[in-house]
């Protein structure tokens, strides 16, 4: 069995006595994307900084391709920062000779075809970009290099709508040719949208490592209308199946992690005027993870 | 990544020789003077029109030059924290990366060097000094453009474990070393602290042997010190700071 291309087991990095990433374990397979959802200061850009080796791990192991980092790796990962980094003196077209310079796999061809996907013209300077054509540079020189890792943080960060959409579509081919995909999203829907599974961290830990249908299909909302406010709901609330329970006038919303069939029924023996039961979507399924400690 | 310092180097090198030259240009249309008296510690040092002017004395003079042009460059290392991203993703080793850096910007120096010698030279033939090949010249060539390395070095060292700060560093090192030049024949004990922290302060060592004797700011401060003597600790002072550079570097934390 072949090792997964993104590989992190109990990965830990403290900066004195604050721990900012605990103890996440994640693999991400060969073809398929990941979403790395986290409020913000959860703990992502400092995984990624570990993955890439600008940070050393306090503990834990990383492998890439079953293999610790080692600059050789760079040939097949490509990074694409949240703020995206050029050289201001340089322009898009120097990068890109910069880029067929140091990799093996760079293929001009992709690199044209990308500028134009993006409307980029390689005679324009780095410090004349704007902050969503800088993202569209970072990501044109990634996958310039038909990389088998791709780590984006942010990736449509100051992009248009247009581009945001070219940016998934991106990914998404780069994990249907085989490539494995982590990157960091603070937009849910395009998790929803792109990713295979979803990752979500909270105060540094993994709280959520699942593929997100199997995430769907286990948490549903019970949607229920009385005729006057909400009775009284006995033992509801303790009820370990349900996840958080929100009242509003004559409106209660039960958000469920499993079985949601009986608490529907012990719902319904509170004589609703209606009820029904709803699938969670993934911005309801991240805001119920986040939250879950204040609960 | 390094050909973007070696475009950092040539655009820096441009402007240094730009500048050299038109102090170069300003200095010739100068009436000419007639002797020149150079007074050190203890000694005096006089030139007539068409004695020759010691090449010791014009690479020391381009050692200075050389060390101006370092302050310029020797952050190198610091500044490329702000596009890590895209120099620490490459398929090469870092500590490489931090050498041919290194490799690259020395080179630079040197050219510095050379430059404003050739600027010293044309300067004193332009004012019948012409240069002549003294005793001391080679020992003082390699002691001068090691001023300029180590001072290079010195700046890499000091900035390279850090994400920013290489511009105030460059701002106050010259003030600093300057400064504890100065100071350092004061007696009691700062004195004696700042002698010790002089030992690493590239200016200390960038003085001149001429036929007359020594003339080096290690006299005036009572360390006399043979040319060749401070050659071998300029350039080992030097190398050392590179090479605290280099290890740091890519050991450091973004």
């Known amino acids: 069995m072949t090792a997964p291309p993104i590989s992190l087991n109990g990965l830990t990095k403290r900066y004195g006595s604050f721990t900012a990433v605990d103890g996440v374990s994640l693999d991400v397979a060969a073809g398929s994307i990941c979403g790395l959802l986290g409020p913000n200061g959860a703990g992502k850009t400092t995984t990624f900084k570990c993955i890439l080796g600008f940070a050393n791990p306090s503990a834990g192991t990383i492998a890439i391709e079953g293999a610790p980092l080692t600059p050789a790796t760079f040939e097949t990962l ?39 996907l993006f409307s980029l013209d390689g005679k324009q300077k780095a410090q004349k ?90 948490e549903k909302v019970i949607e229920a209308v009385f005729a006057g406010p909400v009775p009284d709901l006995g033992g509801l609330a303790s009820d370990p199946r349900i996840v958080r329970i929100e009242q509003s006038g004559s409106m209660l919303r039960a958000v469920t992690r499993d079985d949601s069939d009986a608490i529907a029924q012990r719902i319904f023996a509170l004589h609703p005027k209606s009820i029904r039961t709803i699938d969670l979507n993934l911005e309801e399924i991240f805001m119920n993870a986040v939250s879950e400690g204040a609960r | 990544m390094e050909y973007v310092e070696f475009l950092r180097v040539r655009r820096t090198l441009l402007w240094y020789s730009g500048i050299l030259a038109l102090i170069v240009l300003v200095i010739l249309t100068l009436p000419q003077v007639g002797t020149i008296n150079v007074h050190g510690a203890g000694s005096s040092t006089r030139f007539a029109p068409g004695a020759g002017a010691p090449l010791s004395a014009l690479a020391t003079l381009a050692g200075f030059f050389a060390a101006i042009y370092a302050t310029i460059v020797g952050a190198s290392l610091n500044r490329e924290s702000e596009t890590r991203d895209l120099s620490w993703t490459k398929p090469l080793s870092r500590t490489l990366l931090a050498v041919r850096y290194m490799l690259l910007d020395l080179a630079g120096v040197l050219v510095a060097f050379s430059v404003a010698l050739g600027g010293a030279a044309i300067v004193a033939t332009y004012m019948h000094f012409p240069p002549v090949f003294d005793p001391q010249a080679g020992t ?70 001429t036929s007359d004797g020594p003339m080096s700011a290690e006299q005036t401060l009572g360390y006399p010190m043979p040319a060749d003597e401070r050659a071998l600790i300029v350039w080992c002072l030097a190398l050392g700071f590179c090479a605290i550079a280099v290890y740091v570097w890519p050991r450091r934390e973004a």
């Open chain 1, 78 to 116: 490509a990074y694409v920062p949240e703020r995206a980094t050029l050289y201001d003196g340089l322009t898009i077209a120097d990068h890109l000779t910069l880029y067929r310079r140091s990799y093996k796999n760079f293929d001009p061809a992709r690199a044209a075809e990308l500028l134009s």
């Open chain 1, 129 to 218: 970009l704007s902050k969503g054509m800088r993202t569209a540079v970072a990501i044109t020189l990634a996958f310039s290099i038909r990389p088998r890792v791709l780590i984006l943080d942010e990736p449509s960060s100051g992009l248009d709508p247009i581009h945001q959409r070219h940016v998934l579509d991106l990914m998404i081919d780069a994990a249907a040719n085989g490539a494995a995909v982590l990157f960091s999203s603070h937009q849910v829907g395009q998790v929803e949208r792109a990713a295979d599974s979803v990752a979500i961290m909270k105060s540094g830990k993994l709280i959520v490592n699942s593929v997100i249908d199997d995430l769907k299909s286990g």
């Open chain 2, 140 to 209: 003082q060539l390699v002691l001068a453009f090691g001023v300029g390395a180590m001072w290079y070095g010195l700046l890499q060292a000091l900035t390279c474990a850090f994400r920013s700060g290489a511009r105030a560093m460059n701002g106050i090192l010259w003030p600093v070393a300057l400064a504890i030049g100065g100071l350092s024949h004061l007696p009691g004990p700062l004195g004696a602290v700042l002698r010790l922290v002089d030992l690493i302060n590239p200016l200390h060592y960038l003085g001149m042997t």
